[in-house]
């Protein structure tokens, strides 16, 4: 079974619309983590809205959703490539004690209401990386991490949108509508009709978590508009991806400088690097420390005086 992500589209509504269920990737994403209940949850309907944000945009680089909170949790993100290749993690205030299944997004969060989260719709040349978009959501506001998104999306990017988004630990999944531009213009379907907006609104908003867990995309899209006929587009298929790589690695350890780079690896015998995204480990000895340090170009690094 693959992962999908669903694009429909309501002629009568001038609407558009994705769905998204999430099964191997957010597998792999859990996979050697022990996320408390609610911490998952978070990061579950992140990972499913900003999947659904980044396939409904035309962007040749990754969006990333960063939630830097001040309560538990103090990093939650998740970036999604071009191509539907998805990462995610979490991090936690290692001082916290248990957090309670029921934990709002504010308890998790935004308790001294110090949160902070944007969208980034990163540069993919790494030279124009600084150029990056990024768009703040306004976090302490809403009650959900759909309810946010649905609001980031509405008022800054001018996209009146609704969504709707549910995770556990089998699936992360979503419904998002967006109303389309220009409506009654050009590209507007003859039969189109301003209240089948309202009404695919009040179709969407009976899904229950269950459902969106439970059913295939398709199957729950059927369920809930079949009188609404969507026109469906190919189904596209996420995935998890990881982009770390030895060269990035190296590239962290050449940042330390050469003396303290070697220094670490002559106390602990390696310099071991475990990637918090996927759990790959990156190990490097004293020769291959060396090495990173004798391979660089000393051409420019040196100032004449
Ligand atoms: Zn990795």
């Not at 809205?49 to 990093?75: E, H, K, W």
């Not at 609704?162 to 699936?171: E, G, N, P, Q, T």
């Not at 602990?268 to 995204?277: L, N, P, Q």
Request: glycine share 8%.
């Amino acid at each position: 079974m693959y992962d999908k992500l669903e694009h429909f589209y309501f002629p009568r509504a001038n609407a558009r619309g994705s769905a998204i269920r999430l099964q191997e990737a957010w597998q792999a994403i859990l996979k050697r983590r022990d996320y408390p209940q609610a911490v998952q949850k978070l990061l579950g309907e992140m990972t499913a809205g900003a999947a659904m944000i980044a396939g409904s945009i035309t962007f040749p680089g990754s969006v990333l959703l960063q939630l830097m909170g001040d309560g538990p949790v103090r990093l939650a993100m998740v970036e999604v490539k071009p191509d539907l290749g998805i990462r995610a993690v979490a991090r936690l205030d290692e001082k916290t004690g248990g957090i309670p299944d029921d934990a709002t997004l504010s308890d998790l969060v935004n308790v001294h209401g110090k949160a902070r989260c944007a969208i980034t719709l990163v540069q993919p040349d790494p030279t124009l990386r600084t150029q990056s978009y990024q768009g703040i959501v306004d976090i302490a506001g809403s009650k959900s991490v759909a309810e946010a998104l649905s609001a980031y999306m509405t008022h800054s990017e001018q996209v009146e949108t609704r969504m709707w988004l549910a995770s556990d630990a089998v699936a992360a999944s979503g419904i998002m509508l967006q109303k389309v531009a220009g409506e009654g213009g050009k590209g507007t379907a003859a039969d189109y009709d301003p209240e089948d907006w309202n009404r695919v609104q009040k179709l969407a908003e009976t899904v229950t978590p269950e459902e969106l867990l439970k059913l295939e995309p398709r199957e729950l899209l059927t369920r809930l508009f079949w009188e609404e006929n969507p026109r469906m587009a190919e189904p596209r298929e996420p995935k998890f991806e990881c982009g770390c790589s030895r060269e990035r690695v190296s590239g962290m350890i050449r940042a330390l400088g050469e003396r303290e780079a070697l220094e670490l690896v002559a106390e602990r015998g390696s310099i071991d690097v475990t990637c918090e995204f996927c759990g790959k480990t990156y190990s490097f000895d004293p020769i291959d420390v060396r090495a990173l340090f004798e391979s660089r170009t000393p051409s420019g690094t040196e100032t004449r005086h």
